[in-house]
């Protein structure tokens, strides 16, 4: 019996000396923030690359062969500008329904990141030139 007392006291004493660091058992999630630089937005370096990823990928709503049935050709800035500056495709972009008219862009594929959007946005709300 003094034997298993023993063998418990010293399986007690070796478990307090346990000793964990509180950072180290709940480690602060790492958060990886980036700057989405909207401040002078490019259609050429900026737009137009979100445009060929989202819009007017080969075969999609809004290439040339595309725009028959969408209306809309948006491989060049003629093709763009006129509906660029309408709340119908932020709304669009956004997948936010217009009071008038609504289609979740981009159709069939992943929603535009948020930071793509903001660029869009800025570069509307900055005039939608040809930069």
Known sequence: ????????GLLLIISSCYNDKYDKLYPTPVTTT?????TSVSFKNDITPIINLYCAVPGGCHDASGSATSGYNFTTYAGILPVATTNILIDDINQKPSASFYHA????LPEIPACD???FTAWVNQGSQNN
Request: aromatic share 0%.
């Open 1 to 8: 019996m003094k034997k298993l007392l023993a063998i418990a």
């Open 34 to 38: 980036t700057m989405c630089d909207t």
């Open 105 to 108: 862009m981009p159709l069939n």
């Open 117 to 119: 959007i903001d660029k």
